[in-house]
């Protein structure tokens, strides 16, 4: 079904038809430990994992005003059944998936929207989803995300679902912006790496306030509501087995307090599957504890207002601990307000080939499945 309704005006053409999607599995794998969903359907569902995406993407679809849209979707869960549940009463699906749904499904439905004459395409997942859609649309019409993956560090996301309302209303105004699509290797941060790709630019409606810039955050001004959500964030993605070490500072606190461990504030601790294995360790004592372990991975919090993530205030996690867990198993966190004061950060280990490791930029985790591509500076 469908309708033929009044056009929105929009600064370089008109925008009449919105083109609608839900990836159904996105962010099942956040909740059951498996750092994204990717290829990992089965295994998701099986450690117990439910659909959130239609949740969301309801949410979303609450705030928007239908009128002077032309609604095009996917048959059942990929689309129609959210736009139902949201009370829409005129859409016209246009690709009916199979019974399981898949990347596979999300493209040919693109190809198909493009075919329609979409004007902007509306997603409802993550990273991966919108790699999919960036593989056919190639920058030819703007998109926006519902976020709802385990990872969103693209640039083409609603801060939240609340926002999108806000945005499509305002389509007739917004100049469109370049954003960044990216996507977290799983597979690797499941082993203890974090590493992004580009894949590229596409266009999506500028508006700051609600559409987030790339691996960037716009939180609430709260601290320590940025904080609890850090914590959320890194509980949530935290393997079995592997070895944590925490550094100082009231951000790692917060992730400690999460798990129910009663860490040391001004000092280092170790947890490892949710214990805490060492409180307030020195430099030995991490180099005894990671020395007959697979996988180990530092957690630290740049220093207020002077950047400095390693060789200040965290002496303990040495280059010599560094170097035995990898510059590659670095973890940065920092809320949004402590990266307002501390645009750059820095590296005083004393050691050039080691701090070389790092490279000139970090990413750092700023809230929720956000996360902040920041410059960094050697000693």
Known sequence: MGTVIRPRRKCNGTVTTIAFLINPVAGMGGTVGLKGTDDLFEEARCRGAVPQAEERAVAALRTVDAGGLTILTCAGSMGAEALRLAEFTSYRVVYTPGEKTGAAD????????????????????GDGTARDIFDVADGTVPILGIPAGVKMYSGVFATRPSRVGEILARLGDLPLRDGEVMDVDEEAYRNGTLATRLYGYAKVPSLPSSVQGCKAVVEAADEERAKEEIARFIAGVMAD????????????????????IEGALLG????????????DACERDLLRLVEGEELCR????????????????????????VRKVGADRVTVVATPQKLASTPTLYLDLGDPELEAQFGDAIDVISGYCIARRTPLIHS
Request: with cysteine; net charge positive; aromatic share 6%.
């Open 268 to 279: 280092v601790d170790v947890v490892k599957n949710r214990r805490l294995v060492a409180r």
């Open 241 to 260: 087995d592997i070895l944590y070490i925490l550094g100082a500072g009231t951000t790692t606190a917060a992730i400690t307090r999460f798990l129910g």
């Open 298 to 321: 530092i957690i630290v919090s740049p220093i207020g207002a002077q950047g400095f993530v390693l060789g200040r205030g965290t002496q303990q996690i040495s280059p010599a601990v």
């Open 106 to 125: 999300t493209r040919a439905a693109v190809r198909t929207f493009l075919a329609e004459g979409a004007d902007l395409i509306l997603f409802c997942g």
